[in-house]
């Protein structure tokens, strides 16, 4: 009878406390079809099943990454004297982690956000392809 009792007491200890439960920590990457063309990629990293950061990226149909194109400067915008395509997207990033991962604060709207200055692009591909990575972990 002891042993029942301390086996369960055990258990549920462990319950309370988490300890037992494997929460995911790695990355999840979900992607949507691009609307420009190409796949939207968003890479979220997790620590013990909490999300913790994110990369977006737009990957075109030859493989090519349009971050790094816009950060060697061979992808513009046409938007001088607006940020580059790659500061936007790392303004998004901050603002999904700081917001943490709540992805209704970005107020979107028409697919574009007025909740992160100085974004003036199209953002609900990335914001479905996060949803998607966060969906994955569950």
Same mark, same amino acid.
């Given at each position: ?35 420009? $063309? ?5 890479? %979220?990293?997790?620590? =013990?099943?909490?999300? +913790? !950061?994110? #990369?977006? &990226? ?23 004297? $607006? ?5 936007? %997207?790392?303004?998004? =990033?901050?603002?999904? +982690? !700081?917001? #943490?991962? &709540? ?36």
């Amino acid at each position: 009878m002891k042993k029942k009792v301390i086996a369960v007491t055990l258990l549920a200890a462990m319950a309370l406390t988490g300890c037992g439960s494997k929460a995911f920590t790695g990355e999840k990457v979900g992607q949507v079809k691009g609307g420009f $063309g190409g796949t939207t990629k968003a890479t %979220v990293q997790f620590e =013990e099943g909490k999300p +913790v !950061s994110v #990369e977006l &990226d737009n990957v075109e149909d030859n493989g090519s990454s349009k971050a790094e194109a816009s950060e060697a400067g061979t992808y513009d915008m046409n938007n001088a004297p $607006g940020k580059k395509w790659h500061e936007q %997207v790392n303004l998004l =990033e901050e603002a999904i +982690v !700081s917001n #943490e991962f &709540d992805l209704s604060k970005l107020n979107i709207a028409d697919g574009k956000t007025d909740a992160v200055s100085g974004v003036t692009i199209s953002v609900q591909e990335f914001v479905d392809a996060v949803q998607a990575a966060l969906d994955q972990a569950k």
